[in-house]
Protein backbone atom coordinates (compact mmCIF):
# COMPACT_ATOMS: atom_id res chain seq x y z
CA UNK A 1 0.00 0.00 0.00
CA UNK A 2 1.42 3.31 -0.90
CA UNK A 3 1.49 5.96 1.95
CA UNK A 4 -1.11 7.87 2.20
CA UNK A 5 -0.67 11.16 2.84
CA UNK A 6 -4.24 12.24 1.44
CA UNK A 7 -5.70 10.71 4.59
CA UNK A 8 -3.87 13.02 7.05
CA UNK A 9 -4.56 16.00 4.33
CA UNK A 10 -8.19 15.32 3.42
CA UNK A 11 -10.27 14.44 6.20
CA UNK A 12 -10.78 10.56 4.51
CA UNK A 13 -13.45 9.17 6.42
CA UNK A 14 -13.82 5.50 7.11
CA UNK A 15 -16.91 4.55 6.22
CA UNK A 16 -18.95 3.91 2.68
CA UNK A 17 -19.99 6.82 0.63
CA UNK A 18 -23.69 8.00 2.50
CA UNK A 19 -26.92 7.78 0.92
CA UNK A 20 -27.50 11.28 -0.89
CA UNK A 21 -24.05 12.62 -1.61
CA UNK A 22 -21.64 12.70 -3.83
CA UNK A 23 -19.55 9.88 -4.40
CA UNK A 24 -15.84 11.12 -3.21
CA UNK A 25 -12.46 9.50 -2.82
CA UNK A 26 -13.12 10.85 1.05
CA UNK A 27 -15.07 7.91 1.83
CA UNK A 28 -12.67 5.10 2.39
CA UNK A 29 -15.09 2.24 2.02
CA UNK A 30 -16.23 3.84 -1.54
CA UNK A 31 -14.89 2.08 -4.80
CA UNK A 32 -13.97 6.18 -5.52
CA UNK A 33 -11.54 5.93 -2.71
CA UNK A 34 -9.95 2.48 -3.99
CA UNK A 35 -10.20 3.66 -7.78
CA UNK A 36 -8.24 7.23 -6.50
CA UNK A 37 -5.51 5.38 -4.00
CA UNK A 38 -4.81 2.39 -6.48
CA UNK A 39 -6.48 2.31 -9.61
CA UNK A 40 -5.03 5.55 -11.15
CA UNK A 41 -1.77 5.40 -9.77
CA UNK A 42 -1.64 1.72 -11.65
CA UNK A 43 -3.12 3.23 -14.91
CA UNK A 44 -0.55 6.20 -15.35
CA UNK A 45 2.27 3.49 -14.79
CA UNK A 46 0.54 1.57 -17.46
CA UNK A 47 0.98 4.44 -19.77
CA UNK A 48 4.70 4.94 -19.05
CA UNK A 49 5.36 1.15 -19.77
CA UNK A 50 3.59 1.29 -22.87
CA UNK A 51 5.06 4.90 -24.29
CA UNK A 52 8.66 2.84 -23.62
CA UNK A 53 7.43 -0.09 -25.57
CA UNK A 54 6.36 1.81 -28.20
CA UNK A 55 9.68 4.23 -28.46
CA UNK A 56 11.07 2.73 -31.06
CA UNK A 57 7.96 1.85 -33.24
CA UNK A 58 7.52 5.89 -32.66
CA UNK A 59 11.16 6.72 -33.73
CA UNK A 60 10.52 5.00 -36.76
CA UNK A 61 7.53 6.67 -37.82
CA UNK A 62 8.48 10.12 -36.60
CA UNK A 63 12.29 9.55 -38.46
CA UNK A 64 13.29 11.28 -34.91
CA UNK A 65 15.16 10.85 -31.65
CA UNK A 66 12.48 10.96 -29.00
CA UNK A 67 14.39 10.42 -25.60
CA UNK A 68 13.76 14.13 -24.25
CA UNK A 69 10.10 13.90 -25.43
CA UNK A 70 9.57 10.51 -23.85
CA UNK A 71 11.13 11.57 -20.67
CA UNK A 72 9.44 15.22 -20.17
CA UNK A 73 6.18 13.25 -20.36
CA UNK A 74 6.70 10.53 -18.29
CA UNK A 75 8.40 12.82 -15.65
CA UNK A 76 4.50 15.04 -15.65
CA UNK A 77 3.17 11.76 -15.21
CA UNK A 78 5.64 11.17 -12.05
CA UNK A 79 4.21 14.77 -10.91
CA UNK A 80 1.00 14.21 -11.43
CA UNK A 81 1.38 11.04 -9.42
CA UNK A 82 2.58 12.90 -6.55
CA UNK A 83 0.09 15.59 -6.57
CA UNK A 84 -2.67 13.01 -6.58
CA UNK A 85 -1.22 10.93 -3.47
CA UNK A 86 -0.81 14.55 -1.01
CA UNK A 87 -4.07 15.00 -2.48
CA UNK A 88 -3.33 18.31 -3.76
CA UNK A 89 -4.94 21.02 -5.57
CA UNK A 90 -6.06 20.34 -9.22
CA UNK A 91 -3.92 23.01 -11.60
CA UNK A 92 -5.19 24.79 -13.86
CA UNK A 93 -4.25 23.64 -17.72
CA UNK A 94 -1.77 26.23 -19.34
CA UNK A 95 -1.05 24.20 -22.29
CA UNK A 96 -2.27 23.80 -26.04
CA UNK A 97 -5.40 21.77 -25.15
CA UNK A 98 -8.40 22.88 -27.31
CA UNK A 99 -10.75 22.62 -24.25
CA UNK A 100 -8.48 24.34 -22.10
CA UNK A 101 -11.15 27.68 -21.51
CA UNK A 102 -13.75 25.16 -20.54
CA UNK A 103 -11.81 22.78 -18.20
CA UNK A 104 -9.75 26.39 -16.51
CA UNK A 105 -13.63 27.86 -16.30
CA UNK A 106 -14.63 24.91 -14.16
CA UNK A 107 -11.74 24.11 -12.11
CA UNK A 108 -11.89 28.56 -10.97
CA UNK A 109 -15.62 28.08 -10.44
CA UNK A 110 -15.42 25.23 -8.15
CA UNK A 111 -15.52 26.11 -4.57
CA UNK A 112 -11.85 25.27 -2.88
CA UNK A 113 -12.93 22.77 -0.14
CA UNK A 114 -13.79 20.49 -3.23
CA UNK A 115 -10.75 21.29 -5.65
CA UNK A 116 -8.55 18.70 -4.41
CA UNK A 117 -8.35 14.68 -5.66
CA UNK A 118 -9.82 13.31 -2.83
CA UNK A 119 -12.24 15.60 -1.65
CA UNK A 120 -13.53 16.74 -4.45
CA UNK A 121 -16.32 15.03 -6.43
CA UNK A 122 -15.15 11.82 -7.58
CA UNK A 123 -16.10 12.33 -11.34
CA UNK A 124 -14.12 15.70 -11.51
CA UNK A 125 -11.02 14.04 -9.92
CA UNK A 126 -10.92 11.40 -12.53
CA UNK A 127 -11.91 12.55 -15.22
CA UNK A 128 -9.46 15.30 -14.34
CA UNK A 129 -6.29 12.72 -13.93
CA UNK A 130 -7.26 11.42 -17.47
CA UNK A 131 -7.55 14.80 -18.88
CA UNK A 132 -4.18 16.15 -17.31
CA UNK A 133 -2.61 12.93 -18.37
CA UNK A 134 -3.74 13.82 -22.23
CA UNK A 135 -2.50 17.24 -22.10
CA UNK A 136 0.74 15.54 -21.25
CA UNK A 137 0.93 14.67 -24.81
CA UNK A 138 -1.04 17.48 -26.56
CA UNK A 139 2.19 19.72 -25.45
CA UNK A 140 4.48 17.33 -27.51
CA UNK A 141 5.47 17.88 -30.72
CA UNK A 142 5.66 14.49 -32.32
CA UNK A 143 3.37 12.22 -29.29
CA UNK A 144 -0.06 14.51 -29.57
CA UNK A 145 -1.78 11.92 -31.51
CA UNK A 146 -0.02 8.48 -29.81
CA UNK A 147 -2.98 6.80 -28.36
CA UNK A 148 -1.53 5.21 -25.65
CA UNK A 149 -4.37 3.31 -24.65
CA UNK A 150 -5.26 1.81 -28.27
CA UNK A 151 -3.18 -1.23 -28.10
CA UNK A 152 -5.43 -2.06 -25.13
CA UNK A 153 -8.01 -1.42 -26.98
CA UNK A 154 -7.04 -3.93 -30.00
CA UNK A 155 -5.93 -6.78 -27.91
CA UNK A 156 -8.76 -6.90 -26.72
CA UNK A 157 -11.05 -6.88 -29.68
CA UNK A 158 -8.07 -10.18 -31.08
CA UNK A 159 -8.54 -11.56 -28.21
CA UNK A 160 -12.60 -12.08 -28.92
CA UNK A 161 -12.30 -13.77 -31.59
CA UNK A 162 -14.01 -16.69 -31.37
CA UNK A 163 -17.24 -14.79 -29.56
CA UNK A 164 -16.61 -12.27 -32.24
CA UNK A 165 -17.28 -14.82 -35.20
CA UNK A 166 -20.11 -16.95 -33.38
CA UNK A 167 -21.99 -13.57 -32.95
CA UNK A 168 -21.85 -12.50 -35.95
CA UNK A 169 -22.96 -16.00 -38.02
CA UNK A 170 -26.01 -15.80 -35.04
CA UNK A 171 -26.70 -12.61 -35.55
CA UNK A 172 -27.08 -12.89 -39.80
CA UNK A 173 -30.50 -12.90 -41.33
CA UNK A 174 -33.00 -11.51 -38.23
CA UNK A 175 -36.49 -10.91 -38.16
CA UNK A 176 -37.91 -7.61 -37.10
CA UNK A 177 -39.45 -8.55 -33.45
CA UNK A 178 -39.30 -7.62 -30.31
CA UNK A 179 -37.53 -10.46 -29.17
CA UNK A 180 -34.74 -10.21 -31.71
CA UNK A 181 -33.82 -6.94 -30.54
CA UNK A 182 -34.39 -7.50 -26.71
CA UNK A 183 -31.76 -10.55 -27.21
CA UNK A 184 -29.29 -8.07 -29.13
CA UNK A 185 -29.74 -5.35 -26.74
CA UNK A 186 -28.63 -7.87 -23.85
CA UNK A 187 -25.30 -8.79 -25.69
CA UNK A 188 -24.89 -5.45 -26.26
CA UNK A 189 -25.25 -4.96 -22.02
CA UNK A 190 -23.50 -7.70 -21.29
CA UNK A 191 -20.18 -6.68 -23.54
CA UNK A 192 -20.20 -3.69 -21.22
CA UNK A 193 -19.55 -6.11 -18.17
CA UNK A 194 -16.55 -7.81 -20.11
CA UNK A 195 -14.47 -5.16 -20.71
CA UNK A 196 -10.94 -4.55 -20.97
CA UNK A 197 -8.71 -7.61 -19.63
CA UNK A 198 -11.45 -9.63 -19.10
CA UNK A 199 -12.35 -12.62 -20.93
CA UNK A 200 -15.09 -12.09 -23.51
CA UNK A 201 -18.12 -14.65 -23.94
CA UNK A 202 -17.01 -18.05 -24.61
CA UNK A 203 -18.05 -20.09 -27.10
CA UNK A 204 -17.27 -23.87 -27.35
CA UNK A 205 -19.78 -25.78 -29.41
CA UNK A 206 -20.32 -25.57 -32.99
CA UNK A 207 -23.75 -24.74 -32.63
CA UNK A 208 -23.25 -21.31 -31.09
CA UNK A 209 -22.05 -20.30 -34.33
CA UNK A 210 -26.12 -20.47 -35.49
CA UNK A 211 -27.68 -19.94 -31.97
CA UNK A 212 -28.89 -16.47 -31.65
CA UNK A 213 -29.76 -17.35 -28.24
CA UNK A 214 -25.93 -17.41 -27.16
CA UNK A 215 -26.58 -15.34 -24.00
CA UNK A 216 -27.87 -18.85 -22.70
CA UNK A 217 -23.78 -19.93 -23.23
CA UNK A 218 -22.83 -17.02 -20.38
CA UNK A 219 -24.60 -18.45 -17.41
CA UNK A 220 -27.66 -17.15 -15.87
CA UNK A 221 -27.07 -13.28 -17.41
CA UNK A 222 -30.91 -12.54 -17.47
CA UNK A 223 -31.18 -13.00 -13.66
CA UNK A 224 -28.54 -10.11 -13.46
CA UNK A 225 -30.64 -7.29 -15.22
CA UNK A 226 -32.04 -5.81 -12.51
CA UNK A 227 -34.32 -3.33 -14.65
CA UNK A 228 -34.95 -4.25 -18.36
CA UNK A 229 -36.80 -1.38 -20.11
CA UNK A 230 -36.16 -2.87 -23.54
CA UNK A 231 -39.53 -3.13 -24.82
CA UNK A 232 -40.41 0.69 -24.26
CA UNK A 233 -37.42 0.97 -26.24
CA UNK A 234 -38.33 -0.89 -28.74
CA UNK A 235 -42.03 0.93 -28.58
CA UNK A 236 -40.21 4.13 -28.73
CA UNK A 237 -38.81 3.51 -32.24
CA UNK A 238 -41.76 1.86 -33.50
CA UNK A 239 -43.48 4.79 -32.19
CA UNK A 240 -41.13 6.49 -35.18
CA UNK A 241 -42.21 4.34 -38.13
CA UNK A 242 -42.96 6.06 -41.19
CA UNK A 243 -41.07 9.25 -40.41
CA UNK A 244 -38.75 10.15 -43.57
CA UNK A 245 -35.82 10.29 -40.80
CA UNK A 246 -35.53 8.13 -37.84
CA UNK A 247 -32.14 9.30 -35.54
CA UNK A 248 -30.68 7.33 -33.42
CA UNK A 249 -27.64 8.91 -30.62
CA UNK A 250 -25.39 6.53 -29.76
CA UNK A 251 -23.19 7.45 -26.79
CA UNK A 252 -20.42 5.34 -26.92
CA UNK A 253 -18.66 3.54 -24.13
CA UNK A 254 -15.73 1.15 -24.94
CA UNK A 255 -13.91 0.16 -27.75
CA UNK A 256 -12.78 -3.81 -28.57
CA UNK A 257 -15.46 -6.40 -27.72
CA UNK A 258 -17.72 -3.62 -26.98
CA UNK A 259 -18.05 -1.67 -29.27
CA UNK A 260 -18.49 -4.81 -31.69
CA UNK A 261 -21.49 -5.58 -30.06
CA UNK A 262 -22.64 -1.73 -30.69
CA UNK A 263 -22.44 -1.94 -34.34
CA UNK A 264 -23.99 -5.54 -34.50
CA UNK A 265 -27.11 -3.75 -33.11
CA UNK A 266 -26.53 -0.42 -34.92
CA UNK A 267 -26.75 -2.82 -37.86
CA UNK A 268 -29.85 -4.36 -36.95
CA UNK A 269 -31.46 -0.79 -36.12
CA UNK A 270 -30.47 0.38 -39.76
CA UNK A 271 -31.32 -3.24 -41.48
CA UNK A 272 -34.86 -3.17 -39.78
CA UNK A 273 -35.82 0.32 -40.49
CA UNK A 274 -35.92 0.82 -36.71
CA UNK A 275 -33.55 4.25 -37.72
CA UNK A 276 -32.12 5.49 -40.87
CA UNK A 277 -29.36 7.40 -39.40
CA UNK A 278 -27.06 6.47 -36.17
CA UNK A 279 -24.72 8.78 -34.74
CA UNK A 280 -21.99 7.01 -32.77
CA UNK A 281 -20.53 9.91 -30.11
CA UNK A 282 -17.09 8.96 -29.35
CA UNK A 283 -14.74 10.36 -26.80
CA UNK A 284 -11.99 13.21 -29.06
CA UNK A 285 -9.09 11.89 -26.46
CA UNK A 286 -7.88 8.59 -25.22
CA UNK A 287 -10.12 7.97 -22.46
CA UNK A 288 -10.91 5.78 -19.00
CA UNK A 289 -8.21 3.74 -20.78
CA UNK A 290 -11.02 1.37 -23.45
CA UNK A 291 -13.08 4.30 -24.51
CA UNK A 292 -13.42 4.60 -28.26
CA UNK A 293 -12.27 6.82 -30.69
CA UNK A 294 -12.95 7.83 -34.19
CA UNK A 295 -9.78 5.63 -34.83
CA UNK A 296 -10.88 3.14 -32.92
CA UNK A 297 -14.78 2.71 -34.84
CA UNK A 298 -12.35 3.05 -38.23
CA UNK A 299 -9.91 -0.10 -36.97
CA UNK A 300 -13.15 -2.12 -35.63
CA UNK A 301 -14.77 -1.96 -39.30
CA UNK A 302 -11.26 -2.66 -41.07
CA UNK A 303 -10.26 -5.35 -38.67
CA UNK A 304 -13.87 -7.41 -39.40
CA UNK A 305 -13.20 -6.47 -42.80
CA UNK A 306 -9.91 -8.28 -43.26
CA UNK A 307 -10.73 -10.96 -41.44
CA UNK A 308 -10.28 -14.25 -42.61
CA UNK A 309 -13.62 -15.27 -41.49
CA UNK A 310 -15.71 -14.44 -44.70
CA UNK A 311 -18.91 -13.76 -42.62
CA UNK A 312 -17.20 -11.62 -40.23
CA UNK A 313 -15.46 -9.86 -42.99
CA UNK A 314 -18.67 -9.27 -45.06
CA UNK A 315 -20.13 -7.87 -42.02
CA UNK A 316 -16.89 -5.44 -42.14
CA UNK A 317 -17.68 -4.34 -46.00
CA UNK A 318 -20.63 -4.28 -45.02
CA UNK A 319 -20.85 -1.67 -42.12
CA UNK A 320 -18.13 -0.01 -44.29
CA UNK A 321 -21.03 0.77 -46.73
CA UNK A 322 -23.46 2.08 -44.42
CA UNK A 323 -20.82 4.14 -43.18
CA UNK A 324 -20.18 5.59 -46.54
CA UNK A 325 -23.99 5.90 -47.26
CA UNK A 326 -23.87 7.82 -43.40
CA UNK A 327 -26.65 5.50 -42.56
CA UNK A 328 -23.96 5.16 -39.53
CA UNK A 329 -21.46 8.08 -38.60
CA UNK A 330 -18.85 9.42 -36.08
CA UNK A 331 -20.73 12.68 -34.74
CA UNK A 332 -18.37 15.62 -34.84
CA UNK A 333 -15.87 15.59 -32.00
CA UNK A 334 -17.63 16.77 -28.62
CA UNK A 335 -15.30 17.71 -25.51
CA UNK A 336 -17.98 17.42 -23.35
CA UNK A 337 -18.44 13.70 -23.71
CA UNK A 338 -14.66 14.26 -21.65
CA UNK A 339 -15.42 17.26 -19.52
CA UNK A 340 -15.83 17.12 -15.75
CA UNK A 341 -19.70 17.95 -15.89
CA UNK A 342 -22.90 15.62 -15.59
CA UNK A 343 -25.12 15.87 -18.14
CA UNK A 344 -27.54 17.94 -16.72
CA UNK A 345 -25.21 21.03 -16.97
CA UNK A 346 -25.34 20.14 -20.95
CA UNK A 347 -28.41 22.95 -22.25
CA UNK A 348 -26.49 25.59 -20.32
CA UNK A 349 -22.43 24.62 -20.98
CA UNK A 350 -22.97 23.01 -24.81
CA UNK A 351 -26.10 23.92 -25.99
CA UNK A 352 -24.98 22.58 -29.57
CA UNK A 353 -24.59 19.34 -28.57
CA UNK A 354 -27.68 19.38 -26.17
CA UNK A 355 -29.82 20.44 -29.56
CA UNK A 356 -28.02 18.02 -31.70
CA UNK A 357 -29.70 15.52 -29.25
CA UNK A 358 -32.81 17.07 -29.25
CA UNK A 359 -33.13 15.90 -33.40
CA UNK A 360 -33.00 12.08 -32.20
CA UNK A 361 -35.78 9.76 -31.90
CA UNK A 362 -33.41 8.11 -29.21
CA UNK A 363 -30.16 8.58 -27.99
CA UNK A 364 -28.79 5.22 -25.79
CA UNK A 365 -26.06 6.05 -23.47
CA UNK A 366 -23.89 3.05 -23.25
CA UNK A 367 -21.95 1.97 -19.65
CA UNK A 368 -20.47 3.29 -16.33
CA UNK A 369 -19.45 6.51 -16.73
CA UNK A 370 -22.47 7.37 -18.97
CA UNK A 371 -24.71 6.39 -16.05
CA UNK A 372 -22.70 7.98 -13.55
CA UNK A 373 -22.56 11.81 -15.48
CA UNK A 374 -26.73 10.90 -16.26
CA UNK A 375 -27.10 10.70 -12.60
CA UNK A 376 -24.73 13.47 -11.61
CA UNK A 377 -22.40 10.99 -9.90
CA UNK A 378 -24.97 11.36 -6.61
CA UNK A 379 -25.92 8.72 -4.79
CA UNK A 380 -29.55 8.65 -4.82
CA UNK A 381 -32.52 6.52 -3.20
CA UNK A 382 -31.98 2.80 -5.17
CA UNK A 383 -36.22 3.31 -5.92
CA UNK A 384 -36.03 6.79 -6.95
CA UNK A 385 -37.03 7.02 -10.53
CA UNK A 386 -34.75 7.35 -13.29
CA UNK A 387 -36.47 10.38 -14.75
CA UNK A 388 -36.12 12.17 -11.61
CA UNK A 389 -32.18 11.35 -11.17
CA UNK A 390 -31.55 13.02 -14.68
CA UNK A 391 -32.43 16.60 -12.95
CA UNK A 392 -34.17 17.67 -16.45
CA UNK A 393 -31.39 16.26 -19.01
CA UNK A 394 -34.15 14.81 -21.52
CA UNK A 395 -33.06 16.28 -24.71
CA UNK A 396 -35.38 13.23 -26.56
CA UNK A 397 -36.30 10.05 -25.11
CA UNK A 398 -33.58 7.98 -23.56
CA UNK A 399 -32.37 4.84 -22.65
CA UNK A 400 -29.12 4.03 -19.87
CA UNK A 401 -27.89 0.41 -20.41
CA UNK A 402 -25.03 -0.26 -18.21
CA UNK A 403 -23.16 -2.98 -15.94
CA UNK A 404 -23.24 -1.25 -12.32
CA UNK A 405 -19.62 -1.15 -11.29
CA UNK A 406 -20.07 1.93 -8.73
CA UNK A 407 -22.23 2.82 -5.77
CA UNK A 408 -24.74 5.41 -8.08
CA UNK A 409 -27.62 3.65 -8.91
CA UNK A 410 -31.93 4.55 -9.30
CA UNK A 411 -34.94 3.10 -10.50
CA UNK A 412 -34.72 -0.68 -8.80
CA UNK A 413 -38.10 -1.86 -7.63
CA UNK A 414 -38.68 -1.54 -3.98
CA UNK A 415 -36.76 -4.54 -2.00
CA UNK A 416 -34.36 -5.35 -4.61
CA UNK A 417 -31.34 -3.31 -3.41
CA UNK A 418 -31.63 -4.50 0.24
CA UNK A 419 -31.75 -8.22 -0.61
CA UNK A 420 -28.68 -7.70 -3.02
CA UNK A 421 -26.93 -6.22 -0.17
CA UNK A 422 -27.55 -9.11 1.70
CA UNK A 423 -26.53 -11.69 -0.57
CA UNK A 424 -24.01 -10.34 -2.50
CA UNK A 425 -22.16 -7.13 -0.50
CA UNK A 426 -20.23 -6.06 -3.87
CA UNK A 427 -23.12 -5.91 -5.90
CA UNK A 428 -22.64 -2.39 -6.64
CA UNK A 429 -18.78 -2.36 -8.22
CA UNK A 430 -18.72 -6.10 -9.19
CA UNK A 431 -20.51 -5.13 -13.01
CA UNK A 432 -22.40 -8.31 -12.65
CA UNK A 433 -25.81 -6.91 -12.76
CA UNK A 434 -27.13 -4.60 -15.45
CA UNK A 435 -29.78 -2.17 -16.20
CA UNK A 436 -31.25 -1.13 -19.04
CA UNK A 437 -33.57 1.73 -18.64
CA UNK A 438 -35.40 4.51 -20.68
CA UNK A 439 -37.44 7.63 -19.99
CA UNK A 440 -39.82 9.20 -22.86
CA UNK A 441 -38.86 12.75 -23.29
CA UNK A 442 -42.85 14.10 -22.85
CA UNK A 443 -42.84 12.31 -19.46
CA UNK A 444 -42.26 15.53 -17.95
CA UNK A 445 -43.48 16.09 -13.82
CA UNK A 446 -42.15 19.06 -12.33
CA UNK A 447 -42.06 22.63 -12.92
CA UNK A 448 -38.15 23.18 -13.05
CA UNK A 449 -38.35 21.04 -16.20
CA UNK A 450 -40.65 23.47 -17.81
CA UNK A 451 -38.03 25.96 -19.68
CA UNK A 452 -36.07 23.07 -20.60
CA UNK A 453 -39.71 21.06 -22.28
CA UNK A 454 -40.35 24.11 -24.34
CA UNK A 455 -36.84 23.98 -25.14
CA UNK A 456 -37.45 20.70 -26.27
CA UNK A 457 -40.27 21.42 -28.25
CA UNK A 458 -38.69 24.72 -30.06
CA UNK A 459 -35.51 22.63 -31.17
O1 LIG B 1 -16.45 1.39 -19.12
P1 LIG B 1 -17.48 1.86 -18.17
O2 LIG B 1 -18.63 0.93 -18.07
O3 LIG B 1 -17.88 3.26 -18.43
O4 LIG B 1 -16.79 1.77 -16.76
C1 LIG B 1 -15.86 2.70 -16.36
C2 LIG B 1 -15.25 2.27 -15.09
O5 LIG B 1 -14.59 3.32 -14.60
C3 LIG B 1 -15.08 3.68 -13.36
O6 LIG B 1 -15.66 4.90 -13.56
C4 LIG B 1 -13.96 3.58 -12.36
O7 LIG B 1 -12.86 4.18 -12.70
C5 LIG B 1 -16.09 2.73 -12.86
O8 LIG B 1 -17.24 3.27 -12.44
C6 LIG B 1 -16.19 1.81 -14.01
O9 LIG B 1 -15.73 0.62 -13.50
Known sequence: MPPSYASEKAELLD??????????????????????????PGIMSQVTKTLLLNQSYLEKLHGTNLDKEIHIIIESIERLRKELRRDRE????????????????????LPRPKRSY??????????????????FFESSKYLRDFDY??????DDL??????????TMATRGLSKNYECFSRLMRINLWSNHFDIQLAAFVFDSPEDNKNIDVLAKVADLDRRILVDESLQVWNCLLKAKGQKEIIVDYICDNSGFELFTDLLFVEYLIDQELATQVRLHVKAIPWYISDAMKSDVE????????????????????????MKSEHI???PPSYFWTGPQSYFVMVDSNIELYKMLTQAQLAIFKGDLNYRKLLGDYIWDFTEEFITCLRGFRPTNMC?????????????????????????????????YGVIQYTDSFKCKCDAQQSLCSLNNKA
Not at 302 to 321: A, F, I, M, P, T
Not at 406 to 411: A, D, K, R, S, Y
Open 15 to 40: VIAPRHSLLSGRYKQSFAYIALQSRM
Open 90 to 109: FLLFHGNESDKPEWNAFISE
Open 118 to 135: FRASWLHSECYLYRRIHS
Open 149 to 154: FADLKR
Open 158 to 167: IISARAINCL
Open 299 to 322: WTISYLKDNKDEHVSSLGKKLERL
Open 329 to 331: LVA
Open 400 to 432: AMRNVKCEVICGLPEGVADHLLKVDPNWMISGY
